[in-house]
């Protein structure tokens, strides 16, 4: 497990860093996933597929959709419905897209490989985790989200483009 814990960790920190060093969303939002799944293999092996199941699903699926969706809903306008063709070029594709295959490979690889019995892993099945979330943290998991909600909600007040309105006295002065 050492080799594949590396070149899973050694991906999860470089697409981080390419998350962090993108100036536009789109590239950083594909790095992202990268990211994520990159940390699902990692849960995958320290024998947690069910959180890895999770990772991929809640953060890679779910929230990449909830981005996604955010930006489109911004409708910045048509020049910026050009620029984000510029943008996801088939050149923007190909490190991601390298990145995963190595994933995929990795995975692949540990799947095939078999199996040794350790002692020390203790399986956690979904009813458990279920019941922790929505037992003694069911208050933590409400704020959290609603404070996702209060955050979308308030991005969007911020990033909406609203009308220009002149004052009735300069619209006067602007007619004649």
């Known amino acids: 497990m050492g080799p ?24 950083a939002l ?7 799944l990159s940390i699902a293999v990692i849960f995958y092996l320290y024998g947690a597929p069910f959180m890895a199941a999770l990772e991929v699903i809640v953060y890679a699926g779910a929230i990449m959709v909830l981005i996604i969706f955010f930006v ?14 510029l943008w996801l070029t088939p050149r923007i594709w190909i490190g991601p897209s390298l990145l995963c ?31 922790s979330l929505f037992g003694p943290y069911v208050l933590a998991v409400e704020l959290a989200g609603m404070l996702l909600m209060a955050g979308i909600v308030g991005a969007y007040h911020l990033g909406r483009q609203k009308k220009k309105i002149t004052h009735r006295f300069l619209e006067k002065t602007a007619e004649e």
């Open 101 to 131: 295959v190595v994933l995929l490979v990795e995975l692949g690889y540990l799947i095939l490989l078999p199996s040794e019995p350790v002692d020390e892993i203790v399986t956690v099945d979904p009813k458990a985790v279920g019941l």
């Open 72 to 85: 489109m809903m911004l409708n910045l306008g048509p020049q910026t419905a050009s620029e984000e063709r």
């Open 4 to 27: 594949a814990f590396f070149i899973a960790a050694a991906i999860a920190v470089f697409s981080t860093l390419m998350v962090i060093t993108r100036y536009n969303i789109m590239h």
């Open 30 to 36: 594909l790095y992202l996933v990268v990211s994520f």
